[in-house]
């Protein structure tokens, strides 16, 4: 994980935009209150590091859950598509490798572990979609079981129709509407 500190100037701009979305979306944290979501991350400079290169992503971080037994805040990307800056990847490195031609730039599992996130499994991904209503137009790469990854294969999601849908392709593959999105706590 990055042990790198924003400037004064970057963490103030970056609460800002936290405080702002989490307040415009009360319905995604019900009950939990933004001074002590801030105090948190206040006290955690290398997490707010990692939120905003979710942020500068394309991801717009916001609080999701809180795990009272840990007191850690859970951050999920909650941009209305798959964020923009993370797309065009095939799913991880051993993808990546395979693909002889018209290789992508990296791979979701790579980028993901770079930004000091995780990739959302399809749980947390039917639980993000309980929020509101994401990759309507795009889709997201989740979190592959081992199972499913040991036969070539990967999954993503997205919402169409009305539902939410988990697909199955191989890790190789990569469009340009799909990229991904991660989880921090914090």
């Known amino acids: 994980m990055s042990k790198k500190k924003l400037s004064s100037e970057q963490r103030e701009e970056l609460l800002k935009a936290l405080k702002v979305r989490f307040e415009k979306n009360m319905n995604r944290h019900k009950g939990l209150d933004w ?13 707010l590091h990692i939120l905003d290169k979710m942020e500068v992503t394309g991801g717009e971080p916001d609080v999701v859950d809180h795990d009272k ?14 964020p923009k800056e993370r797309r065009s990847l095939c799913y ?27 990739l959302l499994t399809e749980e947390q991904y039917q639980d993000l979609q309980k929020l509101g209503k994401f990759d309507s137009k795009t889709s997201s790469w989740l979190k592959t079981p081992s199972d499913v990854r040991k036969l070539g294969g990967s999954i993503s999601g997205e919402f169409r129709f009305g539902r939410v849908f988990i697909y199955a392709n191989g890790a190789e593959s990569y469009f340009a509407a799909r990229g991904f999105r991660g989880s921090i706590r914090v």
Do not use: W
Not at 35 to 47: F, W
Not at 92 to 117: C, F, Q, W, Y
């Open 35 to 47: 001074a002590k979501v801030q105090a948190r991350l206040e006290a955690n400079p290398e997490k």
């Open 69 to 82: 037994k840990t007191g850690e805040y859970i951050f999920y990307d909650c941009s209305s598509e798959s």
């Open 92 to 118: 991880d490195h051993e993808a990546l490798e395979k693909r002889k031609e018209h290789k992508p730039v990296d791979s979701a599992i790579n980028m993901a572990t770079d930004m000091g996130i995780e």
